[in-house]
């Protein structure tokens, strides 16, 4: 925020390749057999600056502050039959207005872009893990990022009395302009370096058309009665996404090879008494728009007990609700309460020794992009045919193709699911509790020293599961037809959104005429366990006070999260929704 009095100032941050670590990549010794780690060329230089400026519009009443980023960054990345230089160079922006109406009233107004577009060169390379350039596959160009405002009005009504109104719209960018677009990914797995043909730079392609766009509101207020501080809010937020992805040139298409006896997940089995090479030639589309809605309201009262002790009692309402790409509702939470206390205990009553805790329940809604992978509408599908040896000579350089083996899988026929089901109807919100202990002491000469316990637990999860097998057996030990058991295994299959470790309750259209049925798998059945997790750290502290020259603080935590699951992470396969 500007102040009465200009100032400004910049700063430039250079990050060359030749001081970054080096990646690696496998390697098997031609003389040895051994495998061993080697370094990989290229890396990442970066060049960081930042101009910025700030003060009075008008002395008193109108303040400015901006910023201004500016990036100069290449990255080169080589690996077995592939290399990319990386550039990218967009300037950002962020702008801040603070207006003085009156004393009384005060209104403030942010804009920020994070915008950037990146452009990559995509080469062949002649030798694995090389630097010589191959063939020009062309440039892709990738935008990410948006522009973000902020208003916020703030009104001093009386002494005892503040209310605040916020509003702001975020805009987020996930565009791609992919020149190989049209380019099959093809790829021979039957050899150790996975070798790649013709001319895509990438396997999947995001929607060119993708981005998010969050609408958000809130209120809040407080209202100071005595030894009573109330404080009380509402608010609501929109988001919508437009998201999906494709197969460059609407195949992925790799050789492998299937040893006699062995099948296909379309049922085929070689019979030949020989090992094959065969092609899975695989097509998957999906997307659409979606929408989430999120909104809450919440009631606190920090209350002075004693001259000595603040208790701080709370109590949040949330509802949470996400429509699938044909804007129908698919899950949707109400009334989700979630209490929260606090107690601080000045125990001399002098400030210099504090003791607090804190108690609290927070729920976390299903995050935005789930509607993709669950309810989205998808086409996915894929043929198998023997292979002929050899790969195209045109720039596309597909595999030869033989005769078709078995009948083409269908995964998903390109239609989103009726939202029931795809959610279990007794699906329960995820939540954690979370439990903190602390001390702060003052000591001279401005220093504070402090220790603090958190314990969290995780009481209930969300997750997409996608077991079809699990289902299907025990369909078939219930004594369900084979009909019936694939029908239902193919919908669990697909993936259904419920509390793992519980039981499933699934609404399942037989093709009967009898419309949805309810079934209900137990979690023994699913074999997936009850979910755990609990966090337990120390953060030990310190701080010295800014005195109008300097100032010093530190912590060191000690933590362990222990547990089954990660929540909406996972970090073993780099899943982060």
């Known amino acids: 925020r500007g102040t009465n009095e200009w100032k400004g100032g910049a700063n430039v941050i250079w990050t060359p390749e030749s001081l970054r670590g080096t990646s690696l990549h496998p390697e098997r010794s031609p003389t040895t057999g051994q495998w061993y780690m080697a370094p990989n060329p290229g890396g990442t230089d970066e060049l960081l600056a930042n101009i910025y400026a700030g003060g009075p519009l008008i002395k008193d009443k109108l303040f400015f502050f901006g910023l201004v980023p500016g990036a100069d960054i290449e990255r080169e990345t080589f690996n077995s039959s592939r290399q990319e230089l990386m550039k990218s160079n967009t300037p950002r922006y962020l702008m801040k207005f603070d207006w003085n109406i009156n004393d009384e009233n005060l209104l403030e107004f942010t804009a920020f872009s994070d915008k950037s577009k990146d452009k990559a060169y995509n080469y062949t390379s002649p030798v694995p893990y090389g630097t010589a350039r191959g063939t020009d596959l062309g440039k892709d160009t990738y935008t990410n990022g948006g522009e973000n405002y902020i208003a916020k009005y703030t009104s001093w009504v009386t002494n005892d009395l503040t209310v605040s109104a916020l509003a702001g719209l975020g805009r987020y960018n996930r565009k791609s302009d992919i020149s190989s677009s049209a380019c099959p990914y093809v790829r021979d797995d039957r050899t150790e370096a996975l070798t790649r043909y013709g001319c895509a730079s990438t396997s999947l392609i995001t929607d060119p058309d993708a981005n998010d766009e969050r609408r958000a509101w809130r209120i809040d207020a407080e209202w100071n009665l005595g030894d009573h501080g109330l404080?009380?809010?509402?608010?609501?937020?929109?988001?919508?996404?437009?998201?999906?992805?494709?197969?460059?040139?609407?195949?992925?298409?790799?050789?492998?090879?299937?040893?006699?006896?062995?099948?296909?997940?379309?049922?085929?089995?070689?019979?030949?008494?020989?090992?094959?090479?065969?092609?899975?030639?695989?097509?998957?589309?999906?997307?659409?728009?979606?929408?989430?809605?999120?909104?809450?309201?919440?009631?606190?009262?920090?209350?002075?007990?004693?001259?000595?002790?603040?208790?701080?009692?709370?109590?949040?309402?949330?509802?949470?609700?996400?429509?699938?790409?044909?804007?129908?509702?698919?899950?949707k939470v109400k009334n989700t309460w979630a209490p929260r206390l606090g107690v601080v205990w000045d125990v001399q009553g002098n400030q210099q020794t504090k003791l607090y805790a804190n108690a609290g329940r927070y729920y976390i809604p299903v995050m935005s992009n789930t509607n993709v992978r669950l309810a989205g509408a998808e086409l996915d599908y894929t043929d198998y045919y023997a292979f002929n040896g050899s790969f195209g000579t045109d720039k596309f350089g597909r595999p030869g193709r033989g005769a078709q083996l078995g009948d083409r899988l269908v995964v998903s026929d390109g239609a989103a699911g009726d939202p029931r089901s795809v959610v279990d109807p007794n699906i329960k919100p995820m939540y954690q509790d979370e439990f903190i202990l602390g001390v702060q002491q003052a000591l001279a000469n401005r220093w504070t020293v402090g220790?603090?316990?958190?314990?969290?637990?995780?009481?209930?999860?969300?997750?997409?599961?996608c077991n079809d097998e699990g289902a299907y057996n025990w369909a078939i030990g219930q004594g369900f037809s084979e009909d019936r058991a694939d029908i239902l295994a193919g919908s669990i299959g697909h993936c259904f959104l419920y509390n793992p470790g519980g039981d499933l309750t699934a609404n399942i259209d037989f093709e009967d005429g009898k419309g949805l049925t309810p079934v209900t798998i137990p979690a023994a059945a699913l074999g997936f366990p009850k979910p755990k997790r609990v966090f337990n750290s120390l953060e030990l502290s310190f701080e010295r006070a800014w005195d109008g020259v300097w100032n010093l603080q530190g912590s060191y935590v000690l933590a362990y999260n222990k547990g089954n699951t990660e929540g909406y992470v996972k970090s073993d396969i780099g899943q982060d929704d």
């Open 231 to 331: 404080r009380f809010g509402l608010d609501n937020e929109k988001y919508k996404v437009v998201d999906g992805s494709f197969y460059s040139g609407g195949l992925v298409e790799r050789v492998f090879t299937l040893n006699p006896g062995s099948g296909l997940s379309n049922g085929y089995v070689n019979n030949t008494g020989a090992p094959i090479d065969y092609i899975s030639a695989r097509h998957l589309e999906n997307g659409g728009a979606f929408t989430t809605k999120n909104s809450a309201y919440y009631l606190e009262d920090n209350w002075q007990v004693t001259k000595n002790v603040l208790a701080s009692l709370g109590v949040r309402n949330e509802s949470f609700e996400n429509l699938n790409a044909e804007d129908k509702t698919f899950i």
């Open 451 to 465: 220790a603090k316990l958190t314990h969290r637990k995780l009481k209930s999860v969300m997750d997409d599961m």
